[in-house]
């Protein structure tokens, strides 16, 4: 069996485990590091090739596909990563790095539970850093941060130690003043700051593909000092084996990021304002693979072959292949013709998804970014809130 039919395989078996899902999103001020970050988590995850992953491309060990080369521009991928012994599916969506797509990123939020948040150690916190940090709370999505380009730091700015540490600190503490200032109002009691303590913020460069958080390194005895010794003697290859980047931030999801069953019960009266206390409404709240079929679309792409793909968030029911369901703000019902998943760029079919995945469905063919899905009539979800920006020209 090919690699790519048993990472297939395995995130089938997966997908039926709520507990071991994590629905991610990376978003960034543009150049801090997104794509690069990305790349190097499915390099990691063994779904395009560490060589390549700089250059954007997907890759498999099927010769056809090899030879094809994909290049990644899905919105969505999934990928496993074994974690405490247990292997976590991790369905990762891609957010437009530009303030012109600022809907899109808005939407990305709506499918997911976490946003890991790039800051370039250089720049520090950004209008976009901003911009990402209040569609994701006000999504109900947690955030983590990951500070990248600290390689420069330490090989070009040729900071010391102490300097280094409270450059760093500064970044944590704008993203936190950032964050405390947008939850405020929150009747809720979560803390949804980020601190180096509690392993929800991680360090590295996405370029040379080397990460550290708290946990990592009481994992792997490396101090800061050994760090920059290895990168200033450009001994990046050794660091980035010690303390591989796509290891510690995936380590860091599975962790610090809520699994749907933990995340729907508070997310779903954030998003959605129907009767609580119905059965759909259960169901939402327990991920029920039973329950009602609850759909909500975050995206739709053009497949040259497949036409119209509609990919979103299932939070109730399990999506197959010939349902009729009911798409908000229509009239009728469409029929699913085909059910699938994103693996490495391209969408694969499966024969059904459940909840608390994210899925890419074809025959929806009312549907629009921001319509509900569903078995049964319902209330739909609230519509996205686009959070504009002013335009940033970089200089
Ligand atoms: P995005 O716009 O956030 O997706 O940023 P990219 O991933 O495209 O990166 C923007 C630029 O920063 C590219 O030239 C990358 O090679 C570079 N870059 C990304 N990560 C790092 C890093 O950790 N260190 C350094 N020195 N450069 C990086």
Redo the contacts with the bound molecule.
Sequence with gaps: MGRRKKIVQECERLMDEPENIRNIAIA???????????DNLLAGAGMISDETA?EQLAMDTEEDEQERGITIDAANVSMTHEYEGENHLINLIDTP?HVDFGGDVTRAMRAVDGALV?VDAVEGAMPQTETVLRQALREGVKPTLFI?????LIS?LQEGPEEMQERLLSVIRDVNELIRGMTEDMDDIDDWTVSVEDGTVGF?????KWGVSMPSMQRTGMDFAEIMELERNDERQKLHEKTPLSDVVLDMVCEHFPNPVDAQPRRIPRIWRGDDETELAEGMRLVDEDGEVVFMVTDISMDPHAGEIASGRVFSGTLEKGQELYVSGTAGKNRVQSVGIFMGGEREEVDEVPAGNIAALTGLKDAIAGSTVSSVEMTPFESIEHISEPVITKS
């Design positions: 960034a001020h543009v150049d801090h590091g997104k794509t690069t970050l990305s700089g790095g790039v990248n380009k600290v390689d420069r070009e590295g460069s996405a370029l040379y």
